[in-house]
């Protein structure tokens, strides 16, 4: 016993474990959902918060806190860009495809919040806009594995700062910094990118 964990070190419900084997890390905490750091005081809002607390963060499901001091969970991927971090924020099969059909990114129209899943998911238009807050780029992947790397085969990513998909309403030319659909790829060229009031389509 080193008696580390005598003073609680470990915030906001946090189990500790003392380390009387390591000389340099005397305890671990294990954090309650929605907390993480070395003493849980930290609030993630984003997969990016986990990957500054801990640079060796692995792909899988994360627990974070909203604005509404809520706890939720979605899928963090951290790769392959370096030094990226992505937060799930939709997710769906081609056979549920009618049910996202018409749901543009600025309706409010959470799917299976509650429950993480792969084949229908969507966070709440709430949730979605703090999430863009702390975002410099978004990215839409065809992935036949979640736990393995990014399909390149269908894929883009642009930054925030061209396109908020949260508050467009209209159709809207930007600059994608890497495109590859269908057998078409290219880098920083431009786009039309639609998710119109009028016939509620969903982005694309």
Not at 150 to 160: P, S
Request: aromatic residues 16%; contains cysteine.
């Amino acid at each position: 016993s080193n008696s580390c964990c005598a003073s609680n070190p470990c915030r906001n419900g946090g189990t500790c474990t003392e380390l009387c084997g390591n000389p340099r890390l005397k305890f671990r905490c294990t954090c309650s959902q929605g907390y993480a750091g070395r003493f849980c005081n930290k609030k993630p809002e984003s997969c990016k918060d986990y990957l500054d607390i801990d640079r060796s963060s692995k792909v899988g499901e994360y627990s974070f806190i909203d604005p509404s001091n809520h706890v939720y969970r979605t899928f963090c991927d951290f790769g392959p860009e370096n030094g990226m971090a992505w937060t799930l924020v939709e997710s769906f099969t081609f056979s549920k495809n009618n049910i996202f059909y018409k749901k543009p990114f600025y309706k409010d129209y959470a799917v299976n919040e509650a429950t993480f899943n792969w084949i229908s998911f969507r966070l709440s238009l709430s949730r979605m806009t703090n999430l863009i807050k702390h975002s410099t780029h978004f990215r839409a992947t065809c992935n036949d594995s979640p736990s393995s790397s990014t399909n390149y085969t269908d894929y883009f990513r642009a930054k925030t700062s061209e396109l908020n998909l949260m508050t467009m309403k209209t159709s809207q030319c930007f600059v994608a910094e890497y495109f590859s659909v269908a057998g078409a790829s290219c880098s920083n060229c431009k786009f039309t990118f639609y998710q119109n009031s009028f016939f509620s389509y969903h982005p694309h």
